[in-house]
């Protein structure tokens, strides 16, 4: 899990430079910044409601397994 977090913190990192590089501004800067939060909250939103309103008995595994749990229903 350490090692899978971490090439997940290094490519976005790596492509979120890549792209202040090709156009060092402050407006690209905050855009970006607000990107990477605004996934990160709706990423952590969508498990939160997951866990505690669509069945708090069950272990979801991703979003998709969440996604195939409703529709079976």
């Known amino acids: 899990m350490y090692l899978k977090v971490s090439l997940f913190m290094a490519s976005g ?12 501004n402050f407006k690209v800067f ?3 910044a607000v990107v990477i939060w605004s996934f990160c909250r709706a ?3 969508a498990f939160y ?4 309103y ?6 979801f595994s991703s ?3 969440a996604l195939k749990y409703v529709l079976r229903r």
């Open 13 to 24: 990192l790596i492509a979120a430079l890549l792209i202040f590089v090709e156009n060092p």
């Open 30 to 32: 905050l855009m970006l």
């Open 43 to 45: 990423y952590y939103f």
């Open 49 to 52: 409601v997951i866990e505690k």
């Open 54 to 59: 669509v069945d708090p008995a069950f272990k």
């Open 63 to 65: 979003l998709l397994s």
